[in-house]
Structures are given as structure tokens and as C-alpha cells.
């Protein structure tokens, strides 16, 4: 994988009509009807990845009325169910007495006065407000009672509550001398973290991470992240933050307390894409991140990363591991000088300005460097532009990081464990085929090197390295720079059809000269 661094309308209110003064005896009332149901470097410009309704309310028959109607309450508004009309990305609601576009059109006094202190639920007119009809009453028995009732009791309790809640509210107006009754968060019980909590890790590792502003002689430069290796001032970072100032430049790493300390580069190394740097005047009481064991990790574990987005120092970010032995060649896209890595995948928010810094597990220990991102769309093309995190994140495992700084600190300069053979870089196939020449008139198999001397040859496709599958060359470097000089491999291969296989013997070469 190549990247980049860095409906229905509601019907109106039923209407009531006028309950007659007097029923013929015998009558019978109308049943009810029910209502309707309703890979880019991120730190530089143009260097790739741092990488129906709600329901109604139905009413249903409830078998012979009595000889006389019953009283019905008017249909105004609060009174009786209707179905509701869902308003738009919202969950359905309930709204009684709307008036939909298919009612009844409203009466001119619409809306009506409010109604009297004691409505008259069953005589005259039918509305709220009108006065009763005159004339004698029948004489009748009323089947309103027991709702009347109800009512009374309803507001006998509500005045009781009432009273209750005034008594509770004017004693403690008393106890604060009638001020505000808010509660502070000062006088909440003190906000317990967990030891392995996002925001512990975060607090613990923080002072141990840097910003890194890497300014070149002729005034460019770039913002990147670091953290510290050891206590005597060794900083680790990517390669890509500080080449800009590695001949000549000025490099500076702000803590997240805000202090600055110039720093000068260890040793660089392009193809890992791995640098270290080591503070002019270190402060006493460093504090290293401990070093996690990359090797150990498994996808879905969690993840914390640490860095300055687009200039945005000490930002922390949270996702998973989403992939292991990702290869990822990674480079400016202006040139042949890619990095390799068999990336730790996360989707942790990673942008331009991440690179260099600690991905960390759950404990806080460091599993990975971040190193790139995988552009959207081409994104961080021409004018300089960057693209941002799409959840696609890479990280150099620090397993390997960790070898190359100490290759670093003690020699200054790379080593890289080879096959001695050269492979074509096309991405996508059935393997890594060893090229039929190695360019500048070399052979693509070193004479007396590892691949000469297991017997293979040009043309030879490599398809598994160990147990790994290998589809690509650069997939092959990714997996050979996980190795050491010296290390005893397994490779599968295809040689006119026929699959064989034969043990190499890692060999060395040093700097980055080739």
C-alpha cells in the first residue's frame, strides 16, 4: 500500500355537536369511531500521510349508551387524542389540538375566549366560553359525577402539592438567606479517574511528548511530534520532521509546559524513516515513555495518539488497532526516497503534524511511531495542499523503531538487513519478481549475497516470506526491514510454474548511500 506522508396531515379536533336539552327516551346514540392510526506525510506540504406517523389514538364502541346521552366534554384545545404528524428527522410526537390541512376550517372567533371558572360540560352549546342554554334543565341523572369527582380530587391534590412544594422551597430560602438554590460543581463528589483511563494515560504521558519545529537555512520548514527516548536526552521522531534541518537548520522541541530546547539530529535513517535527536541542554528529571512490545499487539486494542495536528500542540486522540503488518511505502511523491514499514493500522485522528509522535496502548506504553496517513481522494496534492485524517492512520511498530535508534545513538547511521537481490516495486500481483538487472549495469542478484548463495535467480517470484504473503516488492521490504542482519528466513518461491523454497541468511548494509 503506497501512502502519502502526511404524512398524512392531522385531521382538526372532532367537533361536538350541541347535546339536546331533552333526548326522546329510547334514542340511540351513534357508536363511537375510533380516530386513524396513523499516505501522506502529515507535517509538510505535499509530503504524504502522517500519516406512518406517530401512532393515533383509536377509540373503539363501547356497547349501548344509556337512555339519555352522555354529557361529552367540548373539543377544544388540550381536549381529546388525535394522531400526530412526525416533523421532519424527528422522533413522532404527540400534539393535541392541532389543526391539520384537511379539518374543518375555524370559526371566526378562532381561537375562543378561555373558558369559564366552571365550564359547562354538558348543556347548551358545545363550545368553551358559552354561556349555558336557557330555559329549565331536565331533571336527569348525570353520569359526569364520578368525573367530577375525579377532577375535584385531582385539584385538592394539586393544592395540597402545591403547598407542600412552597413549604419545602421557602424553608430552604431560609437556610441559603433567600439566595440562588443551584448546586455548584465544586460541591459534587470529586470526579475519580481510573488508572487506565483515557485521560490518565493522556496526563501521565504529556510531559514526555514535544513539539518539534524544524526550520531549514533557507527559511522552510515544519512542525512535527517527538517523544523522550531516554533520560540523557535522546528524543525519537520520523525522519521526515527534521530533513528540512538536518544540514545546517534549526531545530527546536517545546515541551508541553511550554519550554524550548534547541536540538541537534543523532542520526537519520530515510528508509525506515526513523530519527533521533538529543536536547543541547537537557532538563534534569526526563522522563522517558516506557516502550511497549509491538509484536504483542492485537487488532481492536486500544489506542491513544499524541501529537500537534496542523500546528496544534499536545493533542490527544483515541481509536483501536484496525490492522497489523500493514505494508505501507511511504515518501514526498516527488522522488524514488520512499520509507517502508510493516505499519501498525489504527484510526486514531492522525493529520499533518502527528508524525514522530507516540502511539500508545491502553497502559500508556509506546506500541508505535506515527508516521502516516492515507490521503482521501489524492488529497495533499499540488499547491501544497494536506489532507486530513480519514481514520486511516500508520504507525512505525516500535519494535523496530526502537532497533533503529539504538543503531542511531550508537553509530549514527542505519543498517538494513537485505536479501541481496533486487525486486520490482510494481504494487499489486502475485508476488515480488527479482528484476533482470539491479540498474547502473549491476547484477539484480549480488554475487555471493544471500539470495545468490539459497540459488535464486531473475525471474524468480517471491510469494512468501516466512509465513507472511508476499504480493509486491515493496510488501517485501516492508517485511524484511522488520528483521536483523543475521536472521535465518524462509522464502517461497515460483520458478517456471514450480513452487519452491529455500532458508536465507539475512545479510547488512549500512547507511543510506543506496
Known amino acids: 500500500m503506497s501512502t502519502e506522508n502526511e404524512g398524512t396531515a392531522v385531521p382538526s379536533a372532532p367537533s361536538v355537536p350541541p347535546v339536546p336539552v331533552a333526548?326522546?327516551?329510547?334514542?340511540?346514540?351513534?357508536?363511537?369511531?375510533?380516530?386513524?392510526?396513523?499516505?501522506?506525510?502529515?507535517?509538510?506540504?505535499?509530503?504524504?500521510?502522517?500519516?406512518?406517523?406517530?401512532?393515533?389514538?383509536?377509540?373503539?364502541?363501547?356497547?349501548?349508551?344509556?337512555?339519555?346521552?352522555p354529557s361529552v366534554p367540548p373539543s377544544g384545545p388540550g381536549q381529546g387524542s388525535e394522531p400526530a404528524t412526525p416533523l421532519p428527522g424527528a422522533v413522532p410526537a404527540y400534539y393535541p389540538g392541532s389543526t391539520g390541512s384537511t379539518g374543518s376550517a375555524p370559526d371566526a372567533g378562532w381561537p375562543p375566549p378561555p373558558p369559564p371558572a366552571q365550564p359547562s360540560y354538558g348543556g347548551g352549546g358545545g363550545g368553551w366560553g358559552e354561556p349555558p342554554a336557557s330555559g329549565p334543565k331536565p331533571s336527569r341523572k348525570r353520569p359526569g359525577g364520578l368525573i367530577a369527582a375525579v377532577l375535584a380530587a385531582a385539584l385538592v391534590?394539586?393544592?395540597?402539592?402545591?403547598?407542600?412544594?412552597?413549604?419545602?422551597?421557602?424553608?430552604n430560602d431560609d437556610s441559603v438567606g433567600g439566595g440562588s438554590t443551584t448546586v455548584s460543581a465544586a460541591d459534587a463528589p470529586a470526579l475519580k479517574r481510573e488508572a487506565g483511563s483515557t485521560a490518565a494515560v493522556a496526563g501521565k504521558a504529556l510531559p514526555s511528548v514535544v513539539t518539534i519545529t524544524a526550520q531549514a537555512q533557507g527559511g522552510?520548514?515544519?512542525?512535527?511530534?517527538?517523544?523522550?527516548?531516554?533520560?540523557?536526552?535522546?528524543?525519537?521522531?520520523?525522519?521526515?520532521?527534521?530533513?528540512?534541518?538536518?544540514?545546517?537548520?534549526?531545530?527546536?522541541?517545546?515541551?508541553?509546559?511550554?519550554?524550548?530546547?534547541?536540538?541537534?539530529?543523532v542520526g537519520r535513517a530515510e528508509g525506515y524513516d526513523v530519527a533521533v535527536l538529543k536536547l543541547k541542554d537537557p532538563p534534569s528529571g526526563l522522563e522517558p515513555l516506557a516502550l511497549g512490545n509491538s509484536d504483542k499487539v492485537a487488532v481492536g486494542d486500544s489506542t491513544i495518539a499524541i501529537g500537534a495536528p496542523f500546528g496544534l500542540s499536545n493533542t490527544v486522540t483515541t481509536g483501536?488497532?484496525?490492522?497489523?503488518?500493514?505494508?505501507?511505502?511511504?515518501?514526498?511523491?516527488?522522488?524514488?526516497?520512499?520509507?517502508?514499514?510493516?505499519?501498525?493500522?489504527?484510526?486514531?485522528?492522525i493529520n499533518p503534524g502527528n508524525s514522530g509522535g507516540p502511539l500508545l496502548d491502553a497502559r500508556g506504553a509506546v506500541i508505535g511511531m506515527n508516521s502516516a496517513i492515507q490521503p482521501s481522494g489524492g488529497g495533499g496534492g499540488g499547491g501544497g495542499g494536506q489532507s486530513g485524517s480519514i481514520g486511516l492512520g500508520f504507525a512505525i511498530p516500535i519494535n523496530q523503531a526502537k532497533n533503529v535508534a539504538e543503531q542511531l545513538i550508537k553509530t549514527g547511521q542505519p543498517v538494513y538487513p537485505v536479501i541481496g537481490a533486487t525486486v520490482s516495486m510494481a504494487e499489486g500481483g502475485d508476488g515480488a519478481t527479482i528484476s533482470g538487472d539491479g540498474g547502473g549495469g549491476t547484477p539484480a542478484v549480488t554475487p555471493d549475497g544471500p539470495a545468490a548463495k539459497a540459488g535464486l535467480k531473475s525471474g524468480d517470484v517471491i510469494t512468501k516470506f516466512n509465513d507472511v504473503p508476499i504480493d509486491s516488492g515493496p510488501t517485501l521490504i516492508s517485511?524484511?526491514?522488520?528483521?536483523?542482519?543475521g536472521d535465518k528466513i524462509k522464502i517461497t518461491y515460483t520458478r517456471d510454474g514450480k513452487e519452491s523454497q529455500v532458508e536465507v541468511t539475512l545479510g547488512e548494509r549500512k547507511g543510506d548511500s543506496q
Open 23 to 69: 333526548a326522546p327516551d329510547g334514542t340511540p346514540a351513534s357508536a363511537s369511531g375510533g380516530l386513524p392510526q396513523d499516505q501522506r506525510y502529515p507535517d509538510q506540504p505535499g509530503r504524504s500521510s502522517e500519516p406512518g406517523g406517530a401512532g393515533g389514538f383509536g377509540g373503539t364502541a363501547q356497547g349501548s349508551p344509556p337512555a339519555q346521552p
Open 157 to 171: 391534590a394539586g393544592v395540597v402539592g402545591g403547598g407542600i412544594g412552597y413549604w419545602a422551597a421557602d424553608r
Open 220 to 265: 522552510d520548514g515544519g512542525t512535527g511530534t517527538g517523544f523522550v527516548y531516554d533520560k540523557q536526552g535522546h528524543i525519537l521522531t520520523n525522519n521526515h520532521v527534521v530533513a528540512s534541518a538536518a544540514d545546517g537548520g534549526d531545530l527546536t522541541a517545546t515541551f508541553s509546559n511550554g519550554k524550548e530546547y534547541g536540538a541537534e539530529v
Open 320 to 349: 483501536i488497532i484496525s490492522a497489523k503488518n500493514r505494508p505501507v511505502a511511504s515518501g514526498d511523491g516527488s522522488s524514488d526516497k520512499n520509507s517502508y514499514m510493516s505499519a501498525l493500522q489504527t484510526d486514531a485522528s
Open 479 to 485: 517485511e524484511i526491514w522488520t528483521h536483523r542482519p
